[in-house]
């Protein structure tokens, strides 16, 4: 009878759940005692969503990710990745972190234990956890590792206007040029990297006009001596160089922007003949009737005992020299943040 309980079980295999495989192969857990559950393991959304997003950090950061953890055994990698080659200060297409972190997931897969499936129930039962796949199978862990990522957050103003844009299909440029045309006015709600990325790229589709609206003042990110003013939430490299260029320093004479309130939204959203919402992201989770997944411990990603959350749906709060509380997002944070909780979470269960 194949084997169904495991002391580890991770869920996910996006840049999250790729770290979590590979820190507990690192801190010494066997190979054969950690069931890993994906539907795809193709780099969660990373490698399937958001291929053709200019990354917003450094190419060097990916590089550490890629090197930082044993396991993962990148320097074995039987030919060089384009990647490899890229200046370290250079930003790059998301893709081109992707195409290794398949490699990775493929020496992963080699080495523990793998299930195709989607987790749809969570439980605990006496001293484990129960997941549920969707095909009607049951596997058990003492301790899970949750790196099920997150999804777009949306807004209805569909009494405006009715035509939306998903931010998925927005943040690739050439399925967005297929969704608009010349006499297009689309609304874009926020003012994150991704909104700015998406307005950019509609006015170079050459549509009529944006409307951008927004709650939260645009912030750049400013790198001092040894910290990073607005590191999570401000905006860098080629997405800060073009809005400072045509919102700050000169407005781009096919972009308005409104402040996001009933008033303005009411009179020049009906305008508009699309909308995308840009509005940020949130947690996704298995079912659970037990155990409430939205509630975790956000300095140690402690969930329960034995229970545990990583990556885009379950970051880090963190505090700048100055006070600011942002959480802790990319790929190089989600590994150090979780090498910082390992050791507790190997301690950290009900048996
Ligand atoms: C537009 C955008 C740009 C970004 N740019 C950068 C960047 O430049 N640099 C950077 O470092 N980071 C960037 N990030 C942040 C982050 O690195 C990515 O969001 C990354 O995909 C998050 O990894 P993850 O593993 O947490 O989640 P995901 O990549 O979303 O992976 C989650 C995985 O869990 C699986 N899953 C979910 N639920 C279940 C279930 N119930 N059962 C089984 N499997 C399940 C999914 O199928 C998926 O494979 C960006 C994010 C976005 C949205």
């Known amino acids: 009878m194949a084997k169904n309980t495991y002391a580890w079980g991770v869920i996910g295999a996006g840049p999250a759940g790729i770290a979590a495989v590979g820190l507990l192969l690192d801190h010494g857990v066997r190979a054969n005692d950690i069931l890993w559950v994906d539907p795809h393991f193709q780099v969660g959304d990373l490698g399937g969503l958001w291929h053709a997003v200019s990354s917003n950090t450094s190419v060097q950061l990916f590089h550490e990710f890629l090197n930082g953890i044993q396991a993962f055994e990148y320097a074995s990698r039987p030919q060089p990745y384009d990647i490899d080659s890229f200046p370290p200060e250079n930003t790059c297409d998301l893709k081109y972190i992707a195409e290794p972190l398949q490699w990775v997931t493929t020496t992963l897969k080699n080495k523990v234990k793998t299930e195709v499936a989607t987790i749809t129930h969570l439980s605990r039962d006496l001293g484990h956890w129960t997941l549920d796949t969707g095909d009607k199978k049951s596997f058990h862990a003492d301790k899970l590792i949750l790196a099920t990522g997150s999804t777009p957050k949306s807004l209805n103003y569909a009494q405006y206007c009715r035509h939306e844009i998903s931010v998925t299909e927005a943040m690739n440029k050439s399925r967005l040029a297929k969704q608009v045309n010349q006499d297009d006015v689309v609304a874009v709600f926020g003012s994150s990297h991704s909104a700015m990325i998406i307005i950019r790229d509609l006015l170079d589709c050459g549509i009529k006009a944006v409307v951008n609206f927004y709650q939260s003042p645009i912030k750049f990110a400013v790198k001092l001596d040894d910290w990073i003013l607005y590191d999570n939430t401000g905006l860098k490299g080629e997405?800060?160089?073009?809005?400072?260029?045509?919102?700050?320093?000169?407005?781009?004479?096919?972009?308005?922007?409104?402040?996001?309130?009933?008033d303005n939204i009411q009179r020049e959203l009906p305008l508009c003949s699309q909308v995308i919402y840009a509005v940020g992201f949130m947690r996704r989770t298995p079912i659970s009737t037990d155990i409430n997944l939205n509630n975790y411990d956000l300095n140690t990603g402690i969930i329960a005992p034995g229970l545990f959350g990583a990556g885009i749906g379950f970051p880090r709060q963190v505090f700048s020299p100055m006070g600011h509380i942002e959480m802790n997002v990319g790929l190089w944070k989600f590994m150090n943040d979780m090498r910082l909780m390992m050791p507790l979470w190997l301690r950290y269960g009900v048996n």
């Not at 800060?240 to 009933?262: D, G, M, Q, T």
């Open 239 to 262: 997405t800060a160089r073009w809005v400072r260029e045509n919102i700050f320093l000169k407005r781009h004479p096919k972009l308005k922007r409104f402040v996001s309130n009933e």
